[in-house]
């Protein structure tokens, strides 16, 4: 199994890879019952909140299961979503 870590670009580098470690693990929590044992991680990155909110609409409705990140210390904005996928949905996606 894949999984996925869609992450913001336009946060500073360091910060991006701080909010992707927080999305695997909020994926790792709320979804229990879909094991990811450490397999394929692929980190895409997309360009601001409001992709990666279109993002989490795209998947919804192509019944895929996500989990986001929000960060407190940037008034709740989502920085980074995770999922487990096939891939094909990302397939015009580039990596982060």
């Known amino acids: ?3 996925y870590v869609l992450v913001r670009k336009d946060l500073p580098r360091n910060q991006q890879a701080v909010q992707a470690g ?3 693990a909020e994926y790792l929590l709320h979804v ?3 094991r990811w044992n450490n397999d394929t991680l692929i980190y895409l990155g997309v360009k601001n ?3 990666l909110v279109s993002w989490g609409e795209k998947l919804t409705n192509n019944s895929i299961k ?3 990140f929000r960060e407190p210390d ?3 904005q989502l920085t980074a979503i ?7 949905i990302f397939e015009s ?3 982060l």
């Open 82 to 88: 995770s999922t487990i996928a096939d891939g094909k």
């Open 66 to 68: 996500w989990v986001g």
């Open 49 to 51: 909140e409001t992709e």
């Open 32 to 34: 229990p019952a879909l």
């Open 93 to 95: 996606e580039k990596l």
């Open 22 to 24: 927080h999305a695997v």
């Open 1 to 3: 199994m894949r999984l």
């Open 74 to 76: 940037i008034g709740n």
